[in-house]
């Protein structure tokens, strides 16, 4: 019974392991390292530009711009569910609702502030207009699976962040979500497997390229390009 014991814990604990690795290969063997130096939320290539914001406006957006990446992200990515995405997001909003809310109400009061002059209105119009273009700057098709893989992993870390510190997050990984924006593919293996690029896909067929006995005229077009050659995997 000891020895039946011991190899039963040795089977749970090796299928957590298998699980612990798998879980961050959910698209690829090896994915592509997006992390980036942590920000201070004033560089202008993480967001929309705000002028006149003071370093405390500037943190907020930061912060909006984490959250509503991780709300797309939620949207999109459920079709692979062991990225929890959706209850992750679901967490943070329960976790950190106050913080965001801080977040969003220094937002609210920037675009009030300056677009004073042009009416009540304007600060509402120019807020919306603000949520609409930070939602589409993180929508993205080529790019999905990297992006879905990132914001996963930045939603674990902001669901056991301590209340108070999605900012904090947010200043240490929006560098990396940025980046995962840009699509890659497969790292271990960057080619695919029985395929070359820039390998001819098929027999060219014009009559002009073969005589009468079905014999390739090189006269006439050059050598043969079939078959392909270097598409075996003994090639790789």
């Not at 990515?77 to 809310?101: M, R, W």
């Amino acid at each position: 019974m000891k020895v039946l014991r011991t190899a039963l814990a040795l089977c749970v604990a090796s299928s957590g392991l298998a699980v612990a690795q798998s879980a961050s290969a959910q698209f690829f063997l090896q994915s592509r390292d997006f992390s980036g130096a942590a920000v201070t939320g004033e560089e202008s290539d993480l967001g929309q530009a705000l002028p006149g914001a003071t370093s405390a406006e500037m943190r907020a957006a930061l912060v909006w711009h984490m959250r509503a990446a991780l709300n797309v992200a939620a949207l999109q990515c459920q079709f692979e569910p062991t990225l929890l995405t959706v209850p992750n997001y679901n967490s943070i909003l329960a976790d950190h609702g106050e913080e965001l809310k801080g977040a969003f109400d220094t937002l609210t009061k920037y675009f009030v502030r300056v677009n004073k002059a042009a009416g009540p209105k304007a600060g509402q119009t120019a807020l919306d207009q603000f949520g609409t273009r930070t939602y589409s700057s993180f929508a993205t098709v080529a790019a999905q699976y990297g992006f879905c893989q990132t914001a996963g992993s930045i939603g674990r870390d902001a669901v056991f962040a301590p209340r108070g510190h999605f900012a904090d997050v947010a200043l240490a990984r929006s560098r990396e979500l940025r980046n995962s924006l840009i699509p890659w593919g497969e790292q271990r293996f960057p080619r695919y497997i029985g395929r070359e690029r820039g390998a001819p896909m098929m027999i060219r067929l014009d009559p002009i390229c073969w005589n009468k006995k079905g014999e390739w005229v090189v006269k006439k077009c050059g050598a043969q390009n079939w078959p392909p050659v270097g598409l075996g995997m003994a090639t790789r």
